[in-house]
């Protein structure tokens, strides 16, 4: 009887040694796959993270760069001060402009035009055009300043050329900074968008596009109801990657406007940076900082949806 009993027992317990051990397993396994992005995870928790939620903390404090020995959590005041400047306003309604003039018009429209256009060119045309266009995205943002500077200024080439053309000139960086600057960034960072639509274009496949020729679709038709809607994630992504470049441009206008004169150029990367370095308000900078960082979600969050909307 005790060897029945036994046996009856070790019957009983041994399904329970075949339920747990794969589980203990299947644990060892997911800490085996995980561990090789453990470094990854803490460089990304020192500094990225980390520098996020200490600025973020340093957003509700006064801390100061000079004359202050310590600082004082402060709350919202910050962000109140921010709402109430003028100056603050100003940079959002320009910061607005900006991006829409140089990236959701600009580089978007003019980057799709010229990888359409490439599309149809010989290859010298396109060797030459693509040369031009991604020579100026990889020029540095300093040397791009400087030279739309030599092209806006009084004495500039856009205004001899206007002279030689018997046009009126003018000084557009004192009458139109924000328009200056816009064209800058466009002429810098259409390459992208050119890239990035030369790439969705040439995954359409040209049975479709020839079937709509011979049915009599014109040119612009084909645009409209066919490529657009075939390349509509493509143009999603690159709105949305432009519009997170555009909206911390900051050396570019520095070097051609320096946010002036008197504001009319000076984005909320430029606002930012004078409260912060030039007025030593660290803890009022870093609010603005947060309020762009919450701009950009904002786009992001839009862009996502209309990704994720089926046409």
């Known amino acids: 009887m005790s060897v029945t009993a036994k ?8 399904p329970r040694t075949r339920t747990a051990s794969p589980r203990r397993g299947g644990l060892l396994r997911s800490l085996t796959r995980t561990l090789p992005l453990a470094p990854a995870v803490v460089l990304l928790l020192l500094f990225l993270a980390g520098p996020i939620v200490y600025c973020a903390y340093i957003a ?5 760069l000079t004359g202050q020995a310590h ?3 402060v709350g919202f005041d ?6 109430r400047d003028d100056a603050f306003i100003n940079a959002v309604w320009l910061t607005l402009v900006f991006t829409v003039l140089s990236s959701l018009i600009g580089q978007n429209t003019l980057g799709l035009a010229l990888a359409a256009l490439m599309q149809r060119a010989s290859k010298p045309v396109r060797t030459l055009v693509g040369a031009v266009v991604i020579t100026a995205w990889v020029l540095p943002e300093v040397v791009a300043g400087f030279l739309l500077y030599a092209f806006f200024r009084r004495e500039g080439t856009l205004n001899a050329i206007l002279e030689w053309l018997r046009l009126p000139s003018q000084n557009w960086m004192f009458t139109l900074p924000i328009l200056a600057v816009s064209f800058a960034n466009v002429w810098r960072g259409t390459a992208f968008s050119m890239l990035v639509y030369s790439a969705a274009l040439g995954e359409i496949p040209k049975e479709i596009t020839e079937a709509a020729e011979v049915d009599g679709a014109g040119g612009w038709r084909r645009m409209w109801h066919i490529t657009l809607p075939m390349i509509r994630r493509s143009i999603g992504t690159n709105l949305m990657l ?3 470049q555009t909206l911390s441009v900051f050396g570019l206008i520095w070097v051609m406007t320096r946010g002036g004169p008197g504001g009319r150029s000076q984005t909320l990367p430029l606002f930012m940076y004078e409260q912060a370095f030039q007025n030593s308000m660290i803890g009022y900078g870093t609010a603005v900082a947060l309020l762009l960082l919450v701009v950009g979600s904002l786009f992001s969050l839009v862009y996502m949806r209309l990704l994720r909307t089926e046409v």
């Open 60 to 64: 509700f404090t006064d801390l100061q």
């Open 7 to 14: 046996t009856a027992s070790s019957r009983v317990r041994a």
């Open 71 to 73: 600082a004082s959590f």
């Open 78 to 83: 910050n962000f109140r001060r921010a709402f």
């Open 242 to 244: 432009n519009t997170l």
